[in-house]
């Protein structure tokens, strides 16, 4: 991994977290949050399914949540 500073991570997680907000809250619109909410079908076969940045917001150290659900309430209850 490159060499990253403590603030530069810190600064990553702040910025992922917010996007991550903006989604669930829903001003990012309908269609961002498809996938989100898991409306899409897909199937990937025998592989082992792949983490996506969503996994990292969901991850409690950074959200303080531990579900999906429970990102997304904090996320439309945020002013």
Do not use: C, F
């Amino acid at each position: 991994m490159a060499d990253v500073s403590e603030r530069q991570l810190q600064q990553l997680m702040k910025r992922k977290l917010g996007y991550a907000g903006h989604i669930m809250k829903g001003s990012s619109g309908h269609l961002l949050q498809l996938p989100r909410e898991g409306k899409i079908e897909r199937n990937r076969g025998q592989q082992r399914p792949k983490r996506n940045w969503m996994d990292h917001v969901i991850v409690k150290e950074w959200s303080g949540s531990t579900s999906y659900g429970d990102t997304k309430q904090k996320a439309e209850n945020r002013e």
